[in-house]
């Protein structure tokens, strides 16, 4: 059979086995299984076990149960409450401050925690209440959480920039680099949609609060510095030079535990026990996929059907910007029905041979691949975040809450294009601190 027909019948299999319910990992291994067994006999599958455990067999993947473990123990305590106050206690004279502090309060605990689902959560709690108190609109309040909530996944530490770089075997120092300014970009596009929409809609007369002495302000921060160097001090030592990514990430797991016992007293056995066992759930999670990705990709290739894939969109007579458009437009649609790491475990094969060849920067795409899975962190049927955020605020509709959204997305795609126009804002900082990408 031609490799690229088989590559259709690959994708309507996956596409059919993960909508029958069964999880993403199961779901990679049976069709992976199904077509080595059709096409490469039985003996193929003797392979499995090897390429499976294989897969797991990388140091850098112990990055990831250390950076769960380092966000679960910030967001099992009170610090994202404590972040929220005291952004709004030293913003509070600035008009429209309120939904600038929630959205720099997403930005740094999405930083500190890397779950978006949890950030929506801690900051959304206290800050959603208040700013329908203060009269901003329920879709500016909603909608300002929800997205800033999608941070978590691109400024770094970044699991899912972890994911991607093993995935193809990409720099994660790089990767990290890559996603700070257009991490402050969002943060900003974020900020300006919010206040435009604050004082189109709003009353002005009760944007701002009341005023907060300078004891008040000052009394908050030690709660809140000791994380906000924690990162920074993992960020160093990862640039620096003093370690991998795998020992910081250990170390800021072991220092985020210590000052979450010191200063929150989560000195309980049974809440210890809480944070260890969620981090270790999601760690188990996501390497699973990762080893099941693994499979997946190896039937790809033992298929030639990423091969035929590269070899016939090189041969395609396109601009590659209209390729890239495809592409995004790809990507979309499947962070539409899938988590992060499972686009990008399952497309980075396929996906990566066809923008290198095109002339892309695999560093570049990694940014751009992400915000697109940020927009279906917001983007129904599956929303996450969407869910989490009626959950907290159940009087504020579904509805409502998908309307204040959407000008979110429409500032992500204004990002993408930004990316296309200006791939520096992706690849500059990466060249600047670790010398020009090979």
Request: charged share 10%; with cysteine.
């Amino acid at each position: 059979m031609d490799p690229l027909t088989l590559g259709a019948l690959v994708a309507v299999a996956t596409v059919f086995v993960l909508f029958s319910g069964v999880s993403v990992a199961l779901g990679l291994l049976i069709v992976s299984a199904g077509f080595l067994i059709v096409f490469d006999g039985m003996r193929s599958l003797e392979l499995m076990p090897e390429i499976l455990f294989g897969k797991l067999n990388n140091f850098a993947l112990l990055s990831i149960p250390m950076f769960i473990i380092m966000g679960a123990s910030i967001a099992s305590t009170r610090a994202g409450a404590d972040l929220y106050e005291a952004l709004e206690r030293w913003l509070t004279r600035v008009p429209g401050g309120l939904v600038v502090s929630n959205l720099g309060a997403c930005a740094l605990f999405a930083a500190m925690s890397g779950s978006s689902p949890a950030t929506c959560a801690a900051i959304g709690k206290m800050g959603i209440p208040e700013m329908r108190k203060r009269g901003y609109p329920d879709g500016v309040a909603a909608g300002s959480i929800a997205a800033g909530g999608t941070l978590g996944i691109l400024i770094p530490p970044s699991v899912t920039m972890i994911v991607y770089g093993i995935a193809t075997e990409t720099s994660i120092g790089r990767l990290f680099l890559a996603g700070v300014i257009p991490g402050l970009l969002l943060v900003s596009l974020f900020m300006a949609w919010s206040l435009w929409s604050t004082w189109r809609s709003g009353d002005a007369r009760v944007l701002t609060a009341g005023s907060y002495t300078w004891r008040q302000k000052f009394e908050i921060l030690p709660r809140v510095v000791p994380f906000i160097a924690i990162i920074l001090g993992v960020l160093y030592a990862m640039y620096g030079g003093v370690a991998t990514p795998s020992e910081t990430a250990a170390v800021g797991a072991l220092l985020c535990l210590l000052i979450a016992m010191a200063i929150y007293r989560l000195w309980n056995p049974r809440d210890l026990w809480v944070v260890l066992r969620d981090s270790t759930k999601e760690s188990v999670m996501i390497l699973f996929i990762i080893a099941a990705a693994g499979v997946f990709s190896y039937m790809l290739s033992s298929l030639f059907i990423t091969q035929s894939i590269a070899e016939w969109i090189g041969t395609l007579d396109v601009n590659r910007w209209v390729l890239m458009g495809a592409i995004n437009v790809f990507l979309l649609i499947a962070g539409f029905f899938l988590p992060p790491v499972a686009v990008i475990l399952m497309a980075a094969p396929i996906l990566l041979p066809i923008i290198t060849t095109a002339g892309f920067d695999p560093i570049w795409f990694a940014v751009v691949l992400t915000i697109n899975m940020e927009i279906g962190l917001i983007s129904p049927p599956v929303g996450l975040n969407l869910y989490v955020i009626n959950g907290i605020a159940p009087d504020i509709s579904l509805r409502t809450i998908l309307t204040g959204s959407l000008p979110f997305v429409g500032c992500m795609v204004v990002a993408i294009v930004l990316l296309c126009l200006f791939p520096g804002l992706a690849t500059w900082l990466p060249d600047a601190v670790m010398g020009p990408g090979r």
